[in-house]
């Protein structure tokens, strides 16, 4: 089954201790994003991934890191988490670089911060 | 700059009857434009899309959605209501015109079909 799978699913976390939320597609698809979703403001992209070792930054990089060493895992890391962090993260992929196809979201992290 | 507006944070729809999810967009060059459906505790899905062509997108689920280049809209509509339908749905906009890789996303609508 093509899929986006997001580990963890649920996560609360203390300010400070690094953490990783891991990405992984089965569709061999070349692009890869993370956007975090906070009420009232939808998503808003967070980095992007146009290709392995290609990557960029989006909206709201500010306190995240991500790499992309395999075509399939894009894992975004937060070396020192805040409370301003606390959010729900979606991890996508696309085959077209979301010029004109479609984005496959996984299933959703919900990062607590204390 | 790119940026939707879903200017209604709630639509509320008896089952049977046609909805509308109004979205409204502003980019400088042409559009891209999508719609996404989020159910409860789920990743967003893909409903449909205009790239080009008809301004009628038929996509998944009997919705439809039509782009209005004179208003810069792009309302997403259905013609009969399912208590099914009820989630949170996202307008997104590329401008195909720049170098830029991202879809904006607007802030949502959640549509709640009564029974």
């Known amino acids: 089954e093509a899929q986006v799978t997001q580990n963890p699913r649920y996560l609360i976390t203390v300010t400070g201790k690094k953490l990783t939320v891991t990405c992984s597609q089965n569709?061999?698809?070349?692009?890869m994003s993370w956007y975090r979703q906070d009420p009232g403001l939808g998503l808003r992209q967070i980095y992007y991934?146009?290709?392995?070792?290609?990557?960029d930054k989006g909206d709201v990089p500010e306190g995240y890191k991500v790499s992309r060493k395999e075509k399939r895992n894009f894992p975004l890391i937060l070396e020192s988490p805040s409370p301003n962090q606390t959010s729900l993260y979606f991890c996508?992929?696309?085959?077209?670089?979301?010029?004109?196809?479609?984005?496959?979201f996984g299933e959703g992290s919900r990062l607590t911060v204390l | 700059a790119q940026s939707v507006a879903q200017p209604e944070d709630q639509v509320n729809v008896a089952e049977g009857n046609p909805l509308t999810v109004k979205c409204t967009y502003s980019?400088?060059?042409?559009?891209?434009l999508f719609w996404y459906v989020q159910y409860p505790n789920r990743g967003l899905q893909f409903l449909l899309k205009?790239?080009?062509?008809?301004?009628l997108v038929k996509g998944s689920y009997g919705f439809e959605a039509e782009f209005n280049k004179s208003q810069t809209s792009f309302h997403l509509k259905k013609p009969s209501a399912l208590v099914s339908d009820s989630a949170l749905y996202f307008c997104?906009?590329?401008?195909?015109?720049?170098?830029?890789?991202?879809?904006?996303f607007g802030s949502g609508t959640r549509l709640q079909v009564q029974p």
């Open positions: 996508a992929s696309s085959t077209t670089g979301i010029g004109t196809g479609e984005l496959f």
């Open positions: 569709m061999n698809h070349e692009y």
């Open positions: 991934s146009m290709n392995v070792e290609v990557t």
């Open positions: 980019v400088s060059g042409n559009p891209y």
């Open positions: 205009y790239i080009t062509g008809d301004n």
């Open positions: 997104a906009v590329r401008d195909m015109d720049t170098g830029r890789r991202a879809l904006t």
